[in-house]
């Protein structure tokens, strides 16, 4: 399936993986429209994108303004999620109910209340992709990322039967140098940068842009439906 002119909703599209699908779209002549909950994130993004982008803010907890989303975007032909929130690399003995409940509301209920309300108003032949993770399959950062990527590939694939002929997809990115690892100081995060470069079998960490292309490959194509795709520089090899 073309792009071109397609209305593609990228939740978390104004930063990292999701600013990366948004300008993959718009190379390939589609509308992305970029969600996040900040105004000066959105306007941010739309000053990186070419002219005809469009972007608006929700708060995903808030069930109101998240139908007034629905309200404002109306039709669309894809949905992206992206978002997230840094990552919490704390193991169950330094876990909070606070710290659980937010990494919980914004990756795993938040993306299913999208699916949720954006779902009636995807056209015949459009998708849904998510985001998962390779935590699900080498736990290493922690409880919470390992479970929610496992909760998400498993929603995946249940979401694909239940919308079915909607195709319903996942990316599960591996080490990828986004804003997602902001919550580390800046050593810290510098020295899992060159550590995933030195281990991985493709000799470097990963880039937005490359994840994003996976994005747009599950929104090209059209018979792949509940699949969680991997795209980590072969991290689970090693």
């Avoid at 309200?71 to 193991?91: K, N, S, Y």
């Avoid at 003995?93 to 509301?105: C, H, K, R, S, Y």
């Avoid at 991985?200 to 994005?215: K, V």
């Amino acid at each position: 399936m073309n792009l071109k002119n397609a209305r593609v909703l990228v939740i978390g599209g104004t930063s990292g993986i999701g600013l990366g699908v948004a300008s993959a779209v718009a190379e390939r002549g589609g509308v992305p429209i970029v969600v996040s909950r900040k105004q000066s994130s959105v306007d941010r993004a739309l000053a990186a994108l070419p002219e005809g982008a469009r972007g608006s803010t929700v708060d995903l907890s808030d069930p109101a303004d998240l139908a007034h989303l629905v309200d404002e975007i109306g039709e669309l032909d894809h949905l992206v999620f992206t978002a997230g929130e840094a990552l919490e690399l704390v193991g169950v003995a330094d876990l909070t109910p606070e710290v659980i409940t937010e990494f919980l509301g914004t990756r795993f209920i938040g993306q299913l209340n999208a699916v949720r309300v954006f779902a009636p108003h995807l056209s015949n032949g459009g998708s849904i992709t998510l985001t998962s993770g390779v935590a699900a399959e080498r736990p290493g950062l922690g409880v919470l990322p390992a479970s929610v990527c496992g909760a998400v590939n498993a929603m995946t694939r249940a979401l694909a039967v239940e919308l079915a002929p909607l195709r319903v997809n996942a990316i599960a990115p591996g080490p990828i140098q986004t804003p997602l690892w902001s919550g580390l100081a800046e050593p810290d995060r510098q020295a899992i940068y060159e550590r995933f470069a030195q281990s991985l079998p493709a000799g470097r960490i990963g880039e937005a842009t490359d994840t994003a292309l996976a994005y747009v490959y599950c929104m090209e194509q059209e018979f792949g439906t509940g699949v969680v795709l991997t795209v980590d520089g072969g991290s689970t090899l090693v």
